[in-house]
């Protein structure tokens, strides 16, 4: 079972090492990973600013503010899952994280998202993300909502 402080990105480290010192901009995200995972949790916490910031500035638009906010309080985030992770090491300059997210509201659903990030000046940005198809276990998996059911009884 999760601890309470465990960190919402998955991560199962305590939130004061993972991803608290990114929001509260006492380091930088070390990783596209760990700034995917970061903004996940910012989403969580509603916030707006570090989101705001993270975003590469080529991509930030003038009604972010407005969007990001009411997206942070309509949305309830549940549990968050990296697929796959392609370059964003410290080494490199671009990266891409495929991952999925689930809510409960406004209704249950997922978001999986192929998301770019880029390096500038020793930081890491949010670029913009490919929407794909949700991913649907096999019937006698456990559902993706995290309900601890099979998906047949679930959403199946």
Not at 116 to 130: C, P, Q, S, T
Not at 135 to 146: M, S, T, V
Request: contains cysteine; proline residues 6%.
């Amino acid at each position: 079972m999760d601890s309470p402080n465990q960190c919402l990105c998955g991560s199962h480290h305590p939130y004061g090492k993972c991803c608290e010192p990114y929001l509260t901009k006492a380091d930088v995200a070390p990783t596209a990973e760990a700034l995917m995972r970061s903004r996940y949790v910012a989403y969580c916490h509603g916030n707006v600013d570090y989101l705001i910031a993270t975003r590469h500035p080529s991509t930030r638009r003038f009604d972010d503010r407005i969007n990001l906010s009411k997206s942070v309080k309509t949305t309830t985030w549940e549990a968050l899952t990296v697929i796959n992770t392609r370059q964003g090491s410290q080494t490199d300059q671009t990266g891409q994280v495929e991952f999925m997210a689930v809510h409960s509201a406004p209704d249950w659903g997922q978001l999986h998202e192929r998301s770019r990030f880029i390096k500038e000046n020793g930081r890491w940005f949010y670029v913009d993300g490919a929407m794909l198809p949700p991913i649907l276990p096999k019937r006698n998996q456990p559902c993706w909502c995290g309900s601890g059911q099979k998906f047949k009884h679930c959403h199946g």
